[in-house]
């Protein structure tokens, strides 16, 4: 499906209000969507770009404007536990309620920001679970961009897909609220969270951001059932520090579990917003993390963003065999429905 196939999408989508906010004095609002609890003057936006203060009442200008559609292998996300081998549905909208130097995305997290109009295709969350329904796919991802920031869309659509036996998938910084992460998790499946740093400066520099929230988004999640992945993009000279590394998979092991998927990914300067006077990570730097995680006590650590490597695979970590093949989206999948086929051990496997 193309954006804008279906010609009842050339009518305008009415703005909507958003679900998490609080009225203020003098028009003022504040929203508790994200970490960021922006408070809003009347005719301004949020940090994230696409919330708008309209005379006391705050609007998802972004709410059915799809910047990005597309069908993706499940394991582009990164997740290598969910439904591996499968293809989801995954869209996005712009804006981001971080400003990361190294984002490769900026293009539709950032560059509208300084433009009155919102970009992007109009569609319905109705549109979004057919075309998953209509391809076959057991899942849809809300990717890309922060989808935090487009919460309402993403919302009205995950229901859907609950009630059609969809899964739902996200690709977040975790940088939530609190009251925005409990009001999805009833109908999230999965969540590849980034946590780039274990260092509060790093996120306050780099992201414009704060860590606290993202390790405790985290944890909730972790707490309540979704399934949890995490990436860390190992930038030269940023976070490839030894200490960065041993903290990051210290608190993967600790607070979220050996069993949770830990990806060690390599930054490339040519791609990023800001950081392109630095070089990609060596693979060398990828191979010491993935060690540093295996050492920590974590079952499943890969390397992602080098096609080819041993560490993209997945291996039983209890007897040692290799159970799922990968060479960058090639997939060969040896387990019997999420366990190893050499010794019977669970591997951590969502199948269906």
């Avoid at 994200?34 to 709410?63: F, M, T």
């Avoid at 070089?279 to 499943?300: F, Q, S």
């Amino acid at each position: 499906m193309e954006i804008g196939d279906h010609p009842e999408n050339q009518k305008t989508l009415k703005m909507k209000e958003v679900y998490l906010y609080e009225k203020k004095e003098a028009r003022k609002v504040r929203c508790t969507n994200c970490a960021h609890y922006c408070v809003i003057d009347n005719g301004k936006r949020g940090i994230c770009g696409v919330r708008e203060n309209q005379k006391g009442v705050l609007y998802a200008l972004n709410y059915g404007k799809i910047i990005a559609l597309s069908v993706d292998p499940i394991e582009k996300k990164p997740l290598f536990h969910f439904l591996p081998g499968s293809r989801s549905v995954s869209i996005a909208t712009v804006g981001c309620n971080f400003r990361c130097s190294n984002c490769q995305n900026w293009s539709i997290s950032q560059s509208f920001k300084a433009e009155t109009d919102i970009p992007g295709d109009e569609l319905k969350p109705e549109d979004i679970v057919q075309e998953a329904l209509r391809q076959g796919l057991p899942s849809i991802s809300y990717t890309y961009t922060e989808p935090t920031i487009f919460s309402e869309f993403a919302l009205d659509t995950m229901k859907l897909a609950r009630e059609m036996g969809l899964k739902n998938v996200w690709v977040s910084n975790g940088f939530m609220s609190k009251e925005s992460a409990e009001m999805i998790i009833p109908y999230l499946d999965a969540n590849n969270i980034d946590i780039k740093s274990l260092s509060d400066d790093f996120y306050r520099e780099h992201c414009g951001g704060r860590l606290a929230p993202v390790l405790e988004t985290a944890k909730l999640m972790k707490d309540s059932g979704v399934w949890v992945e995490i990436t860390t993009l190992v930038i030269p000279g940023l976070t490839d520090s030894e200490e960065n590394l041993r903290a990051v998979a210290r608190f993967v092991k600790e607070e979220l579990g050996e069993e949770t998927p830990w990806h060690v990914t390599q930054f490339s300067g040519a791609l990023s917003w800001k950081l392109k006077d630095l070089p990609d990570t060596p693979v060398k730097t990828l191979e010491r993390a993935y060690h540093i995680g295996k050492e920590a006590g974590l079952k499943y650590v890969y390397t992602g963003n080098i096609p080819g490597l041993n560490s993209e695979n997945t291996v039983c970590p209890e007897c040692g065999a290799e159970v799922i093949q990968r060479t960058g989206y090639l997939i060969k999948r040896k387990d019997k429905e999420g366990k190893c086929p050499e010794c019977g051990a669970d591997l951590n496997i969502t199948t269906k």
